[in-house]
């Protein structure tokens, strides 16, 4: 399976005149991790799970795949029979692509890569998705719990990678619990990082805890008004809101083992939107203020039209009697995202990150391309 191909974000350049013997004789002084956020070891979560709480995330699970709730939109359809909003069933997950990643923040990626897998559907429909091949046509194959828990085995042994990635899973969250039990019972020993958009239930997010070491939210928009139009979920920023405060309380502020990569805590992403570095400004203060100023801030770039936005749509408009009956234009769709974002606009968001208290930034050491921590 081929690795997915489209990716902007910031490789680590080659480590190997940093690390002339092996990145374990990297010091702890060089990599500048703060001791607060610096493990000597880590076991992951799901390793110190009992065999009675397994059990009960284990049936926990099916009860919500029984009667859907793991995300706002709480379909409460039973997946054995129907489908909701994602239109994914109950006994499989669809996945597009499962292989070593190489275009995450350094400290995920790390030096072997992240062991990433990106489930086909979603519960948004974001009119940008820059994935939307995946999230919104559902292109994949159907795997069940058991065969995704003898994939990670594989990323393990033979990707040697430093994670397991599961990218875009908010609604699969029952089969993700199901196959990280099998996994733990087959021998995985890597931390498992939830990549999400943060449009996840509370509910949803109890079944994960114990289970998941690196939480990796998007926080995308703040107005509803904007939600609505771009994400199609009107509720999305109070869900953001509600969601991420119990990401942290499950994880809490991301640490490091002493040769730079990431082990647990959180990981916040926001995508600067055009034309919408207000409400970056606001995301990144709520944020300092309800959160963490200690917590670990990735501000994005790259965002570019994609999906819907920038297509052509064609608008026909009915005229008075005796004037012609209809004429036909051509919009340009979501006109207002339909181009890059300003330097400006990048700035200000992480100015104003800056001046709420947040210090903890993902960015690449530029002088000597090593872990920025």
């Not at 899973?169 to 196959?179: D, I």
């Not at 979501?334 to 990150?353: K, M, P, T």
């Amino acid at each position: 399976m081929a690795l997915l191909a489209r990716s902007s974000r910031r490789i680590l350049s080659t480590p190997r005149p940093l690390f002339p013997r092996g990145p374990s004789l990297l010091s702890k002084r060089f990599l500048g991790i703060p001791s607060a956020f610096l493990l000597d070891d880590y076991l992951p979560k799901y390793q110190l799970l009992t065999s009675v709480d397994a059990a009960m995330k284990r049936s926990h699970a099916y009860a919500h795949l029984r009667e859907c709730n793991l995300c706002p939109r709480k379909c409460g359809v039973n997946r054995y029979e129907t489908t909701g909003m994602c239109l994914i069933g109950a006994e499989t997950a669809k996945v597009n692509v499962i292989a070593p990643h190489r275009g995450e923040e350094p400290c995920i990626q790390g030096f072997h890569g992240s062991g990433s897998v990106f489930f086909s559907g979603c519960n948004l429909r974001c009119v940008f998705c820059q994935n939307h091949d995946i999230a919104h046509q559902r292109n994949g194959f159907d795997l069940t719990p058991e065969e995704l828990a003898d994939w990670y085995i594989k990323l393990q042994q033979i990707g040697n990678v430093h994670n397991i990635n599961l990218v875009t899973p908010e609604h699969v969250v029952p089969q993700v619990a199901l196959s990280i039990l099998t996994a733990r019972d087959m021998g995985l020993r890597i931390p498992i990082i939830y990549n999400t958009s943060s449009f996840d239930s509370l509910d949803s997010l109890k079944l994960l805890d114990g289970l998941v070491d690196i939480y990796l939210p998007d926080f995308k928009v703040w107005k509803s008004s904007t939600s609505k139009r771009l994400l199609k979920a009107e509720d999305y920023t109070s869900t953001a809101m509600e969601s991420i405060k119990e990401m942290h309380r499950q994880v809490g502020d991301l640490s490091f083992t002493s040769d730079g990569i990431a082990k647990k805590g959180v990981l916040l992403r926001h995508l600067v939107m055009p034309g919408k570095e207000d409400e970056g400004r606001e995301i990144m203060r709520w944020l300092a203020e309800n959160v963490s100023t200690d917590l670990y801030v990735h501000i994005m770039e790259q965002y570019h039209p994609d999906a819907h936005v920038g297509k052509k749509k064609r608008v026909t408009r009915r005229v008075r009697m005796g004037e012609g009956g209809e004429t036909t234009t051509e919009k340009t769709r979501y006109a207002e995202i339909n181009r890059a974002v300003r330097d400006e606009e990048l700035g200000s968001v992480r100015d104003a990150a800056v001046k709420a208290g947040l210090w903890r930034f993902c960015e690449v050491n530029e002088n000597n391309s090593a872990f920025h921590l």
